[in-house]
């Protein structure tokens, strides 16, 4: 089992930035693919940028060009910067090993119009 911990989460005029963190234990990080989900009230939970131990990256479609996920092996974090927020991107943020199944608590964003 690893724990996840994330945070940056707030409110945020449209147009607005964020950075998430997501802080993750265990020495399996540096390994690992680690992506963001987020879930709207409402609606299923979805990946919206997932990053390999490599460096490569993967984005929704409804994210490219405005977020950018990167991670820090030396800190075990991965994080996502989120810019040009909409108020669309109102959810519950979460971390997670792609390949694992636990789960953050998750950090709140909301955008408002």
């Known amino acids: 089992q690893v724990q996840l911990v994330e945070s940056g989460g707030g409110l945020v005029q449209a147009g607005g930035s964020l950075r998430l963190s997501c802080a993750a234990s265990?020495?399996?990080?540096?390994?690992?693919?680690m992506g963001w989900y987020r879930q709207a009230p409402g609606k299923q939970r979805e990946l919206v940028a997932s990053?390999?131990?490599?460096?490569?990256?993967n984005y929704a479609d409804s994210v490219k060009g405005r977020f950018t996920i990167s991670r820090d092996s030396a800190k075990n974090t991965v994080y996502l910067q989120m810019n040009s927020l909409k108020p669309e991107d109102t959810a519950v943020y979460y971390c997670?090993?792609?390949?694992?199944?636990?789960w953050g608590q998750g950090t709140q964003v909301t955008v408002s119009s």
């Open positions: 997670k090993y792609l390949a694992l199944a636990d």
């Open positions: 990053i390999t131990s490599g460096g490569s990256t």
């Open positions: 265990g020495t399996i990080f540096s390994t690992r693919t």
